[in-house]
């Protein structure tokens, strides 16, 4: 049995779920529900542990320099003590092409087989030990780095490669052609190759690591590409350990393990721009801040970039049948994991007037105090706060926070000043509880840009029709992945989807309940339109694998015989 | 009958031939099988006539400021005299803004109907005027005008609506989803939507205006963005006709139409850069020279550049079984318009052993010779020349032709010298035989560059292997679309095939007979595949339309009343 055959099963199930675009997952959602989970949760954890004792992470990739590795955990704010391989640039990207040539020969069924093997290995081995190196780099929560970083991640990655299936299966692989010239008819037979465009750089971020970067890699894998894992320096346990289980299974499979390898630096010597002008560099997939981003956009040609990074997140708060149900909602989705994630809300505008309720309007204020009383009542308790808020993955979050407060004193009110909690666990984790300010729309510059962290403006609006205005606006000059609605006016709802499909905002409406607002279902929900400054790529549709590869022809007449050397 | 159903039989049709790559179209391959050909002759020359009588090309379009033109037939070196109506760029663009919103709207099969409405307009009431157009610009013959821009640009542009089709037909509209979180069931109604990504600027070129723009307005406007066609100044008249055809169909359709506007300019005042930079630029499609193509891709961010430019097309001449028949396709696609096309063949590499055949091997100068004598045997009568070699577009082409022979007479051998023929039909044609040169590889600086007319370099190789290499590097640092090579040996080809492949060159192989080699057939050839400098975009794949719109979804609970306005 081949691997596609040994994975054909669920390969088509999720090519259904991606018609469909129903609920659907391989994998238990809950650490709990995993197979044995006593049992593989302290592996996960000793395995982790052991990379901690180890301090070396041994990987047999070529042209090795030098040991380096700077990661401390937000949880312990203690150096994680882990170095690993630096290779040399240049010989990367040589045993990448390399290896490139029998892989990208291989039908791209047996590529896909490979790759759902890849995953396959990271659940069944390394989920839980992926886990742990999330959190203490990440600095997720356990349940996030299980959810977000660990089966939501696998579940994107399936995704990418039903997508890399659908854009390479449209390519007939050969055809018979035959027409009239003049009096005489031409039969070709012609054949048609599907050619990676290269290798591949993927960025992989420091708060999210693995969400984004796995499903790039198998889109470009898929599609015969090598890839160059370029972690963030904050965060390379979780992608360490990515390449060598990529490595081990390609290897298993009989292909060049460095088809991936991991490409690492520190923050005071970036490789970042080295890696994506260098001239064997054809894909450039980037996680990670805006403005390297943009840069990444710019500078990328002749590669192709592929780029997910962030933006200002709207609110659009009108009226609500239930209010508290939908503050309460909207307080959740704004702590979770301390808003660092690239679809938490930033900007919430309300009309000055108030929001109205079947029992009459609830005036600005009000609605500004409800909310962050219901952010205060999520975080006050330090068990539940350490289980939503997590820890504060970078020290600056913690400047900017302070520097946003004392700007939101001057031009606003405070709503919520921020302040560590203690987390039960962790004693010496970096924590902070979120920033609420109240501002009016002339304080635009303070919060017209992504402000990274648990910081948040509630901001007064002329009008609803302002409202919509202003957050769209954000959304189209500054980038937006995700927008939140509560309205009981179905002719403003219809507005405000019209009004943020041309913003290119993925558009939530009066939800209320258990799910947070910004959560993102594979196989289900878009991830980053490509029509506004927060991204170019999609997570995961067409447009995402089909320009990874080219179709090279050669066609020959038919009567020639073809099969043996004369 | 709505229009998508009036053409859905066609429609179909045309997908099936994409996949399976058949030969098919629904359009007669020769002007004389045109329905009531003469009869359709005579009108369509009438009505360029009546164009050239006017003297003014009268367009409703917003924003006229002046009208200008400086178009040179390539047949009688006089200016056509026809004026076109310059429109203010900006209220271009705002009338494009302005119609996509319904445009973006409707289904994408009714879009997909109207644009096939156009193209069965252009067939049944401009075929034969936009050959007039295409000869007195582009300079090309009566059948070529016909068939490469007339049948087979049309084909071509229902081939990019099938992939458009297929791109949008892989988003599903709407989705139930459901999912438990903790003790709750989420229940969420999703609806996807198509956004047009926005105005899309579509260059075309002088030598071959429709073939690359008729498909790429398709893409953009089958996808919901409207088009500001930017025609080479010298090639404005075929492109008019077409802007005139499209908002004709597209206002009897009851759409704006301002979804398709003609922005012209002057050799001395080119406006190409101010488009591409224009903040409401949102896609380019370029055909034209390998610099400016260049430039695009650089400097289109954050527009999407989809480009075709050039290159240096090659040869391989390694062994034949009809060494004649090889000469006799070679010398015919060498002279077909003039080598003015970015598939004819420029640099053919030959071991300086010579080229073996079943009769033993024909030393080096030899083949040379006879190649130049296949040339010089089809341009030598007037008649046949005009058919083939038709007409030079641009006066900087003659000036080329000079220098290069200059130049080949320093450094190599003259093969064949130009001389200007006596167009039977038009004695004031601005006409040249082709310029043949032989070097060996020590001139490389010379001929790795596009030398854009009628000039090839014969150059002398180490041996096959020699050859084969050199031939490919042109395509991998100069560009290349397509490729030629003539073997016996089964084992060179495969080697062939695999360099050419990774070359990114569409690779022919020991075609000989009536068809021209560059011959690219719409639903069966793929041309350019974006692996190598001569333009990164495929005419057409997936990756050809699915970045053109982005997928932007709104979600809400099921459980409310999304019918009524409360």
Same mark, same amino acid.
């Given at each position: ?16 779920? =991606? *018609? ?168 070709? &037979? ?11 750089? =993927? ?6 690591? @693995? ?100 933006? =200002? ?47 009459? @309007? ?14 205060? *009542? ?31 004193? &001057? ?21 902070? @509880? ?70 290119? *905002? ?61």
């Amino acid at each position: 049995m081949t691997l596609f055959e040994k994975h054909q099963a669920r390969f088509e199930q999720a090519q259904q779920a =991606c *018609a469909t675009r129903h609920c659907w997952s391989p994998y238990p959602e809950m650490p709990d529900k995993y197979p044995e989970a006593a049992h593989a949760k302290s592996a996960g954890l000793a395995a982790f542990e052991q990379h901690l004792k180890n301090g070396r992470f041994e990987l047999d990739q070529p042209g090795i320099t030098g040991w380096i590795g700077e990661e401390i955990s937000p949880y312990t704010q203690q150096a994680l003590g882990v170095v690993y391989p630096q290779s040399d640039i240049n010989t990367l990207f040589n045993a990448a092409e390399q290896a490139m040539d029998s892989w990208a020969q291989a039908p791209y069924t047996q590529r896909i087989g490979v790759l759902m093997e890849v995953l396959e290995v990271l659940y069944r081995d390394h989920l839980f030990e992926v886990l742990h190196a999330v959190m203490h780099t990440a600095g997720q929560s356990y349940n996030m780095a299980y959810a977000g970083s660990g089966v939501n991640a696998l579940d994107r990655s399936i995704e990418a490669l039903v997508y890399a299936e659908q854009a390479m299966c449209s390519v007939a692989p050969s055809a018979h052609w035959s027409r009239r010239f003049g009096s005489s008819e031409i039969h070709l &037979q012609k054949t048609y190759r599907l050619v990676p465009r290269g290798t591949a750089v =993927c960025f992989s971020c420091a708060s999210f690591p @693995t969400w984004n970067a796995w499903p790039s890699m198998m889109a470009s894998l898929a599609t015969g590409n090598p890839v160059i894992l370029k972690p963030h320096p904050a965060t390379v346990l979780p992608m360490a350990i990515t390449v060598k289980a990529f490595r081990q299974v390609l290897q298993a499979a009989g292909f060049d393990p460095n088809l991936v390898t991991l490409a690492i630096d520190t923050t005071s010597e970036p490789i970042g721009k080295v890696l994506i002008k260098h001239p064997k560099t054809a894909i450039v997939d980037f996680t990670g801040s805006v403005r390297f981003g943009q840069w990444v956009e710019q500078n990328a040609h002749p590669a192709l970039a592929f780029t997910e990074t962030a933006g =200002c997140n709207t609110v659009v708060l009108e009226s609500a049948q239930d209010l508290d149900a939908a503050l309460r909602n909207l307080a959740t989705t704004m702590c979770l994991f301390s808003a660092q994630m690239c679809t938490s809300p930033q900007n919430i505008y309300i009309p000055k007037s108030g929001v109205n309720t079947p029992q009459g @309007t609830v005036p600005f204020n009000e609605v500004a105090q409800r909310l962050a009383t219901a952010v205060q *009542a999520l975080t006050s308790d330090p068990k539940k706060a350490s289980m939503i808020l997590a820890t504060i993955q970078s020290p600056q979050t913690l400047a900017l926070l302070q520097e946003m407060q004392a700007q939101g004193q &001057q031009r606003g009110q405070v709503l919520l000043s921020p302040r560590p909690y203690s987390h039960p666990d962790f004693p010496g984790a970096r924590t902070s @509880t979120p920033l609420m300010l109240q501002v009016s729309t002339r304080e635009r510059d303070l919060y017209a840009e992504e402000r990274f962290g648990p910081i948040s403006f509630v901001i007064a609006c002329e009008d609803a029709d302002d409202a919509l205005k202003q957050a769209t606006q954000d959304a189209r000059s500054q980038g937006g992945l995700t927008a939140f609605l509560y309205s009981m006016r179905e002719d403003f709802i219809a507005q405000a989807e019209k009004a943020y499909a041309r913003a290119g *905002a993925q558009l939530t409406i009066n939800l209320v309940g258990a799910m947070p607002l910004n959560f993102a279902a594979a196989y289900s929900d878009y991830h980053v339109t490509g029509l506004n400054p927060a991204g170019n790529a999609t997570l995961t549709n067409l447009a995402f694998v089909a320009g990874r590869f080219g179709i090279v022809q050669s066609r020959r007449p038919v009567t020639q015989d073809s099969g043996t050397t004369p």
